[in-house]
């Protein structure tokens, strides 16, 4: 419990990586009484928090049984990816054209923190806003809207089956991936970015 009341964004961040990482069960109920004495704060902004989440669509909500985790099954996982090979390479494209020194910097300093990361929990986190990152460029909020929706959704696929498996290694399809962006070279960056994301 917190001292000081928290804002519903911030509540539902906490509770979405929890989703995403597996503490929460997939098809748990989300119940609004305990949110509110969990995070001390009373049942509006966790009542905003839930609607947050399913807007997120990491959360579901079904009438007479309330909000559920989301549960996904292995062909919504296989639909995840496959959306992700379609729209990120599309997005890498559009990102190469518009790149600056400044964001490239910011990729960098990402790709290393995957590196650098001790634990599975950090390496993931991290590769989501690596792999987001190297997209924003585009300049594209309703396509990097819905990209960032599907790598929350893939996330949990990690957790689930790579995470007690998970070994610190420095990756080289990011390394590859920048570089290329750096040298303007959009199809090799998009072509690399589908194999990697092809591996998971």
Not at 29 to 52: G, K, M, Y
Not at 93 to 98: C, G, I, L, N
Request: with cysteine.
């Amino acid at each position: 419990m917190t001292d000081l009341p928290m804002k519903p964004a911030d509540i539902a961040e906490i509770l979405a990586e929890e989703i995403i990482r597996g503490d929460i069960a997939q098809g748990a109920r989300l119940a609004q009484d305990h949110i509110a004495e969990r995070f001390n704060c009373s049942h509006v902004p966790a009542r905003e928090a839930l609607q947050r989440l399913v807007q997120l669509e990491l959360a579901t909500f079904i009438p007479k049984r309330g909000v559920r985790a989301f549960s996904l099954t292995a062909e919504d996982q296989d639909d995840i990816l496959e959306m992700r090979l379609a729209l990120e390479p599309l997005a890498l494209r559009k990102a190469v054209a518009k790149i600056t020194p400044a964001s490239l910097q910011q990729m960098e300093l990402l790709r290393l923190a995957c590196d650098d990361a001790k634990d599975p929990i950090s390496w993931e986190k991290a590769n989501r806003q690596f792999h987001l990152e190297i997209l924003k460029p585009c300049a594209r909020p309703l396509l990097l809207g819905r990209i960032e929706q599907l790598q929350r959704l893939s996330a949990q696929k990690f957790h689930a089956r790579w995470r007690e498996t998970w070994r610190s290694t420095s990756d080289n399809d990011h390394v590859a991936i920048l570089q290329a962006m750096e040298e303007r070279k959009a199809d090799t960056a998009s072509a690399i970015l589908r194999r990697h994301l092809s591996r998971g």
